[in-house]
């Protein structure tokens, strides 16, 4: 595969360039913002699409055979998680099946808590539902690097309903390990407090790291969670929006499955589950190539980073090609940043405020990219700093 190639993206109604004005200001920047990669989608992916055009109909769809069994092979082979039939319900989209979770299982004025910062969706789908947002705020240590303080989330849980958990992290990049997340499912269990685990970025944990399904730590796990996962991140389809809950309680089960199909939201249309067969049952080697290519721009940025503009420390990704790049040592307010990456160096990067306040002196970059556009806008910002 060659991830060298630039494709151009202006015109295809792409959401990282569609916005750049209406969010940015301007349209002349180097969008490496919003997580999706500028690789083309596998091609096995298009030519199961393009397979079923060859159908003049496009009619009703029933549901794949191959739907569930794909899930269920591919999750134990990658992740060591095994999955009953009846526990997978289809969802439309990840942050819409977190709204639909806290529909059925909160009620307006609840709790909510996400570990901050975070991917924004997890608070703002929180606070457009009527719901309270309870932040647990990440500790930034020494290494620069994200943990939990399990003191204060004993107390902070007591009054929480559900916990929204990004396992991995975005955009901080951490990998929980199995002990975290056995000590998080302790403690929500304690708490009566249900655990929304959005494994979207799971497939994309790099060595030597190891994914591990909250689930699967304990019984607490398992009978307390709801996961979500999506083959949209690792094989760059998320427009397709295709994904699924795996929910091992039945109560829990029953009640979410009622909720969706009381408005026949657990039915995707005709390419959504195609395209997850797809990608699991003809995806392994091509993601593999692609985490390759992304650990190396990972090992370009730190490099390029460390040798060239020592006062930006990214946060090392343990998964994700998004890195999360400490700016604090740089010592400028937000708008002098926003100045810096925006109008001096032209790029359009998600800022770290975006996550949270607790996101205040970080910017989030996507290196989901050909290696030469990382560069461009490494080099690019290198000039605008020494032009300050
Ligand atoms: C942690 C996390 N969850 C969910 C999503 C989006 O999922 P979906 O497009 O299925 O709503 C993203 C996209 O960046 C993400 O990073």
New binding site residues.
Partial sequence: MNFDTILNRRDSDCLKYGVLQERWGRTDLLPLW??DMDFATPDFILQTLRQRFDHPVLGYTSQHPDWRPSIIEWQKKHHDYQVQPNELIFIP????GIAFALQTFTAPGDKVMVFAPV?H?FFLVTEHNGREVVRHPLVLTEENRYELDFNLLREQLKSVKVLVL?NPH?PGGRVWSAEELRQIAHLCHESGTLVIS?E??ADLTFHPYHHTPFATVSKEAREGSITFG?P??AFNC?GI?S?YSIIHNDLIRRKFRAYLSASELNEGNMFAQLTTVSAYRLGEEWLGEVKAYIADNIRFVEQYLSENIPQIKPMHPEASYLIYLNCRALELTHEALLDLFIDKAHLALDDGQKFGPEGTGFMRLNVATPRSILEQALHQLKNALSSM
């Avoid at 989209?93 to 819409?96: E, N």
């Fill in positions: 919003v997580a989209g990840i942050v819409r991917y969706p990004s975005n959005d979207i970025h999506s949209s991140k998320p929006i994904s």
